[in-house]
Structures are given as C-alpha cells and as structure tokens.
C-alpha cells in the first residue's frame, strides 16, 4: 500500500482535479487545504518523514488549531499536476503548540512549500471551526472567471453580490442562505488578507476576493466544491443574462425569495432582502 492509497488522499486528489476540470486553476492558481481528522492522521503517519522539516512561522495565529494536521496544495504547483505526482505537489503540515508555525511532515519531495496563501487558508480554518463547532474541514480558493467578472461591475458589498447571486438560480438561497462576504482588492498571499478574509469567514462560509476569486469553506470535500461550484455556476448565468444584449424583463423577487425559504427550511439574512 501507498500513501496515495489511503482514502482521505484519494478523495483530496479527486478534488484537485475536479477543480482543474472546471477550468479554475490556470497555471498554478488556487489552492485548497483540508483539517485531517485524528483516525487520518493515524492512517498517514506511517508515511511520515523520518525528521519532520523546520518549523515555519506563519505570521498569524489560531490558537484553537494547534496541533492539527492540514494536506495542503504546494506553492507554485499546479492542480494540472497533482493527479500526476502528489507527492510533488501536495504537504501534510502539522501546526505547533502555540497555533503561530507549521512543518511538513510529509510530501513537496522536490522542495517548496505550503501555499501561499497558506496564512488565509488558516485563519478561516481558525475562524470557521470556531463558527461551526468543530464541523468545518475544508478551506478551498480558486479562480472562477464568472465570478471574477462580475467585481468589476458590481458594487463591492456583501449585500450587492449576495442578492444577485441569490438571484441568478433558484437553488443558490438554500445552498448559500447567508449570502457571500466581499473583500475589496488586496495585494495576496499575506496576513493583511488573511486577516480580513477571516473576518467575513466570522459570518460567511464564501468570501469573494474582488478581481481575484473566492475562498469556500466546509465540512467535507463535496459540500465545498458544491459550495464553489454552484456560485459560479449563478455568476455564469448572471453573466450571461446581462451581456446578451437585451434588458433583463423579470427576476426572481425578494418575495420570492422568502418562499424559496420558508419552503426549504433555511434562513435567509434579512438585511439583504428589500
Ligand atoms: O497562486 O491562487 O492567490 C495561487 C493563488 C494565489
Ligand atoms: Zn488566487
């Protein structure tokens, strides 16, 4: 058996290149981390380094993840590749006792590190594992171009980009029912965004990185990758129905909202609804 065979890897890779398939991860954009439970920490120690490598200081802190274990993509690699040479791609990092540094334990076998944007993906695990009583798992960015797309048109709130969404397909109110946070341009792969990412992460499982992509949290790899699919599958359409050509005639309306709502037993957030 190799470590490639063991379950939670197989299903991380699977991710990766569903994600590629999608058309989301041009050259080495996107990066996508996973909180390993203990029993898939058990199953992987075996393939260990024998002497982990140097701790790393991250820049931020999350006092409630240390000690975990994450798989995280590498920096500079790309998800074209991972189904090819995971063990090139791809780390386990563990986190110290004090939440503030990682090591690999295992993979990058050419060298590198975990992504870059490694200090975002690891205050929304802090964030989003404090918001869900421990349920969040997965952290995942990508770059959907739809949804990119749609920053440089519309106003740059939480309120403007959830309502359209809501909008734009009728299951988007009962996937994402608190809408998707909004985070103006920001130079990546720094504390500065990682920090205000995690700050919508607080109330939002999606963050919209403006002329950049989206972050997605959640407990487990399909209702993630659900998560980012299904907003920008909403963003095409949006974006479809607004450069046909021809004026938009109707819509699906606030109250129409509500009822979607109501019938499937989500709530809503309020203030976004007129
Ligand atoms: O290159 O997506 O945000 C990886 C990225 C940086
Ligand atoms: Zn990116």
């Known amino acids: ?8 890897l197989q299903r991380y890779i699977r991710m990766c290149n569903d994600g590629w398939l999608q ?7 996107g990066n996508l981390t996973y909180r390993l439970t203990d029993a898939e920490v058990a199953e992987l120690q075996p393939y260990f380094d024998e002497t982990p490598r140097p701790w790393v200081p991250m820049g931020v802190t999350g006092a409630n993840l240390a000690g975990s274990y994450f798989l995280s993509t590498g920096s ?7 189904i090819l040479d995971p063990a090139d791609s791809l780390c386990v990092v563990e986190i110290n006792e004090k939440g503030d540094s990682y090591r690999i334990v295992w993979g990058l076998v050419n060298g590198g590190r975990p992504t870059s944007e490694f200090p975002s993906h690891f205050m929304n695990h802090s964030v989003r594992v404090k918001a869900t ?13 739809n949804l990119i797309a749609m920053t440089y048109v519309l106003p740059l709130t939480d309120r403007d980009f959830s309502r359209e969404l809501w909008k734009s397909a009728t299951e988007c109110p009962v996937v994402f029912p608190g809408g998707v946070g909004v ?3 920001m130079v990546p792969g720094g504390a500065e965004i990682a920090l205000a990412t995690s700050k919508k992460m607080e109330e939002f ?27 920008e599958k909403s963003a095409e359409i949006w974006v479809k129905a ?7 005639l109707q819509t699906i309306e606030d109250d129409d909202l509500r009822a979607i709502a109501r019938e499937f037993g989500v709530q809503l957030r309020e203030e976004f609804l007129d």
């Open 133 to 145: 009583g421990g349920a969040c798992r997965v952290i995942y960015h990508a770059h959907p171009g």
């Open 242 to 248: 607004h450069s046909v050509g021809l004026p938009i």
């Open 183 to 185: 985070v103006g341009w």
């Open 23 to 29: 058309g989301w991860h041009e050259r080495n954009g």
């Open 76 to 82: 500079g690699k790309y998800f074209r590749n991972v």
């Open 1 to 8: 058996m190799a470590i490639t065979d063991v379950s939670i």
């Open 205 to 231: 499982d999606a963050a919209v990185w403006a002329h950049h992509g989206l972050f997605v949290s959640g407990p487990d790899f399909d209702t993630t990758f659900g998560l980012m699919h299904t907003i």
